[in-house]
């Protein structure tokens, strides 16, 4: 097992990922906000809102171009880099990301043509319509995508070929819709309904910082702040259902977030260290005061266990196939039956020790408090604009235009930081219980990943420079309002 190959693979696809997720939650988000402006000029035939539109609109196309580079990237990465995780369940892998690339991609690719070229060309009606397929496009890629991910969190529909070594989808309404997949898909996507939301309050609030475009401003504002209060409102609701699930299916996640060591009833969520409050954790896992909640101690015990059951499966394995070879019927059906046995920890069966099942504790518990504080800020953050613009005695002052600007980066780190709860608490394994990531790499040469590990980072962050560039002349510019 070459440590360097795969810390430096692992650093690859996350720096990868990470500058993907720069770029995926404002289209998310962004896509939304401009469809319920133009609603609203399709209603009103306000002149005024169709400029609103074209301005929200130019952003969100910037944002999306440079997007889609880093997704095409990630996916290829599968490939290179993990080959044996492709092999191993890319009959199941490979279905939702085969999907979102025909489906959804190409459902984006045609109407956003349509949306930024089409305002003269068609009917309002129709531009309307390619406006709100471009978004719920990139909304139904969102989906797919998040299954595949959440597949990984949580495998399930399908079924080991000891013939081929690989396993193959049996179920695809229980991969697509598992309750692990359902929960993912609207947190991750409300996470980016609040980027995209924050994103048009925060360069709304430095056009009246700058005391330009008053009315422009204060009508995006009241359109992202009502949109961001519900969206991170959701993100709340969903994150305490997505909890449960970790809580089922992946219970080290759960305890490396919380710094939890030993298991307990009743056990208590700690805020930071050295703060507590009684029993919260047990109910935001096991909604039950009182339930048990098991430590990293307890699963490490567990884990020596199942790293038994994982070699006799491994060996199992071996035997069963040396058995097909020399045309050994009885011995293949011995063999396979101690293989159906012990699979449930087949993977367990490449780690050397049960210590191999602890994650990175301390990173995990602290992106996890960056992530719920942050969550925490935005609620209050979307509900005060809307007390200030709704209210006849208060005004908004310039001190709350800065501190709109800033809830800009602030959003982003919050959406970093869920991910990275969500994929360093879930370590060693590539999937969840079934493929640690020592066991899932290709045989590559690490300098090779080193070479492109350094080029891709060049390359990304000269990307994200120019989107930044452009952004910032867009705003700079501003919309083209009506007299």
Sequence with gaps: MNIELIDWSRAQFAL?????WLFVPLTLGLGIIMSIMETIYHHNSDAFWKSTTQFWQK??????AIGVATGIILEFEFGTNWSNYSWFVGDIFGAPLAIEG???????????????????????RFHLTATWLTAIGATISA??????????????????????????????????????AIVKFFHSVMSGWVVGAAVVTGISCWFLLKQRHARFAVSSMKVAAIFGLFASLTVAFTG???????????????????????GSEGAAFSIVPGIEIPKMLSILATHDS??????????????????????????????????KAEGNDAAAVAARKQLDEYMSDFGYGY??????????????????????????????????????????????????YVVGFITIPISYIAGQAGWIVAE???????????????????????????????????????LLIAEIRILCKAVKNGPELPD
């Excluded at 990868?16 to 993907?20: K, Q, R, S, W």
């Excluded at 025909?102 to 009917?123: N, P, R, Y």
């Excluded at 970790?246 to 219970?251: D, I, S």
């Design 16 to 20: 990868t990922a990470m500058y993907h």
């Design 59 to 64: 952003i969100f196309g910037i944002n999306f």
């Design 102 to 124: 025909i489906l959804a991609f190409f459902m984006e690719a045609t109407f956003v043509a349509v949306m930024f070229f089409g305002w003269e060309k068609v009917s309002k």
């Design 143 to 180: 989906w797919w995508i998040l299954v595949a991910n959440s597949w990984m969190q949580h495998p399930t529909g399908m079924e080991f070929n000891p013939d081929t070594v690989r396993n193959e989808m049996m179920d695809f309404f229980a991969v697509a819709l598992q309750p692990t």
């Design 240 to 262: 305490d259902a997505s909890g449960i699930e970790v809580a089922k299916q992946q219970p080290m996640k759960l305890a490396a977030a919380e710094g939890l060591r030993q």
């Design 290 to 323: 009182n339930g048990y909640v098991p430590g990293i101690n307890d699963l490490v015990a567990e884990g020596g266990k199942r790293i038994e059951n994982g070699r006799k499966a491994i060996a199992a394995l071996g035997d069963y196939r040396a058995a």
């Design 351 to 400: 780690l050397q020790r049960p210590e191999d099942l602890v994650p990175p504790i301390g990173l995990t518990y602290w992106a996890f408090r960056i992530m719920t504080g942050f969550g925490c800020y935005l609620i209050a953050f979307f509900a005060a604009v809307l007390l200030v613009l709704y209210h006849k005695k208060l005004k908004l002052q310039k001190w709350m």
């Design 424 to 462: 360093v608490g879930r370590q060693p394994w590539a999937i969840q219980d079934l493929l640690p990531v020592n066991a899932a790499i290709s045989r590559l040469n690490p300098t090779n990943v080193k070479i492109t590990f350094s080029l891709f980072l060049i390359f990304f962050t000269i």
